[in-house]
Nanobody, 122 residues
Framework: QAQLVESGGGLVQAGGSLSLSCAAS????????MGWFRQAPGKEREFVAA????????YYADSAKGRFTISRDNAKNAVYLEMKTLKPEDTAVYYC???????????????WGPGTQVTVSS
């Protein structure tokens, strides 16, 4: 059974950094696009970043551009999200997901991890 599991969340002060990891198991996702989404309390889950299977195309939400970097290691069946200059509004549960086609639409993603909490204090 394919699984995605996020790690690396935690509490950080505004202006700080965090690195999230997503480990895949049960199948290889080397030919799948991978993405990161987040969901804050009372809000819908929103797109953060995505990368195609080869790592040559990346997409970012406007809120993430210039601060977040998505990367992947297909040999390790893993995807990462490096977050810098964090703001209180970045507080959310962060999810990694896998899709056959890269993009920002949640509906395109077939596999989801359980999420990891990121809290940014002011």
């Amino acid at each position: 059974q394919a699984q995605l599991v996020e790690s690396g969340g935690g509490l950080v002060q505004a202006g700080g950094s965090l690195s999230l990891s997503c480990a895949a198991s049960g199948r290889t996702f080397s030919t799948w696009a991978m993405g990161w989404f987040r969901q804050a309390p009372g809000k819908e889950r929103e797109f953060v970043a995505a990368m195609d299977w080869s790592g040559t195309r990346t997409y970012y939400a406007d809120s993430a551009k210039g601060r977040f970097t998505i990367s992947r290691d297909n040999a390790k069946n893993a995807v990462y999200l490096e977050m810098k200059t964090l703001k209180p509004e970045d507080t959310a549960v962060y999810y990694c997901a896998a899709a056959r086609v890269v993009g920002a639409r949640r509906e395109n993603y077939d596999y989801w991890g359980p999420g990891t909490q990121v809290t940014v204090s002011s």
